[in-house]
Nanobody, 127 residues
Framework: QAQLIESGGGLVQPGGSLRLSCRAS????????MAWFRQAPGKEREFVAC????????HYADSRKGRFTISGDNAKTTVFLQMNSLEPADTATYYC????????????????????WGQGTEVTVSS
C-alpha cells in the first residue's frame, strides 16, 4: 500500500519560514508527479506547487511563486516545500499528492488527476 507521509507543519509568525516534507512509502512515483495542495477551513483545496520527476521541472500557482520553492531528493521519493515570508492567508492544511503517470501542464493544478494523498500537515501563521 502506497503512503505519503507529510511533516514539517506548525505554528509560525508572519514573515517566518517553514519547510514541509513528504515521503513516499510503499512505491515510488518516479515516472509521475508529486505536488502540494492546501485547504483552509471553509475553502476549496487549491494547488500550491508540484514537481514532475522526469525532468525535475517545477510549477507553482502564480500567487505563490517567489515565496515558495518545491524540490525533491535524488531518489525521487521525497519532496519538500520551502515556504518563506509566510502570511496569515497561508494558514491551511497542506496535503502532499502523487500521480503515478505523467501529466500534461494544463492538468497539474487539478486535484482529480492525483492518485494518492497524504493525511495533511497543518500550518498556522499567526502572531
Amino acid at each position: 500500500q502506497a503512503q505519503l507521509i507529510e511533516s514539517g507543519g506548525g505554528l509560525v509568525q508572519p514573515g517566518g519560514s517553514l519547510r514541509l516534507s513528504c515521503r513516499a512509502s510503499g512505491r515510488t512515483f518516479s515516472s509521475g508527479v508529486m505536488a502540494w495542495f492546501r485547504q483552509a477551513p471553509g475553502k476549496e483545496r487549491e494547488f500550491v506547487a508540484c514537481i514532475r520527476w522526469a525532468n525535475r521541472d517545477t510549477h507553482y500557482a502564480d500567487s505563490r511563486k517567489g515565496r515558495f520553492t518545491i524540490s525533491g531528493d535524488n531518489a525521487k521519493t521525497t519532496v519538500f516545500l520551502q515556504m518563506n515570508s509566510l502570511e496569515p492567508a497561508d494558514t491551511a492544511t497542506y496535503y502532499c499528492a502523487a500521480r503515478v503517470n505523467r501529466l500534461i501542464l494544463s492538468a497539474l493544478q487539478q486535484p482529480e488527476h492525483y492518485d494518492y494523498w497524504g493525511q495533511g500537515t497543518e500550518v498556522t501563521v499567526s502572531s
